[in-house]
């Protein structure tokens, strides 16, 4: 199960389909060194995995000392 609040950037929660780098590391480019980005279809999976984790109200916020998931996040609103 993904955790999306241990790492410095929730996408990195999930391997990336585009370059396969490990959950937890940067995306890299095709030569091998370090994406300036991350890769748009990493988000879109790592939405994707979020959303059946937590459900579709759910948000993430940041804190000052990392990540949190509000479950009620929009739906609060």
């Given at each position: 199960?993904?955790?999306?609040?241990?790492?410095?950037?929730?996408?990195?929660?999930?391997a990336c389909p585009a370059c396969g780098?490990?959950?937890?590391?940067?995306?890299?480019?095709?030569?091998?060194h370090r994406?300036?980005?991350?890769?748009r279809a990493r988000g879109i999976e790592a939405d994707r995995v979020f959303?059946?984790?937590?459900?579709?109200d759910a948000s993430i916020i940041r804190l000052a000392t990392g990540w949190q998931v509000d479950p009620?996040?929009?739906a609060r609103d």
């Amino acid at each position: 199960m993904a955790d999306f609040t241990i790492h410095r950037h929730p996408v990195l929660a999930v391997a990336c389909p585009a370059c396969g780098a490990a959950a937890g590391t940067w995306c890299r480019r095709p030569s091998g060194h370090r994406a300036a980005d991350l890769h748009r279809a990493r988000g879109i999976e790592a939405d994707r995995v979020f959303i059946d984790q937590h459900g579709p109200d759910a948000s993430i916020i940041r804190l000052a000392t990392g990540w949190q998931v509000d479950p009620r996040g929009r739906a609060r609103d």
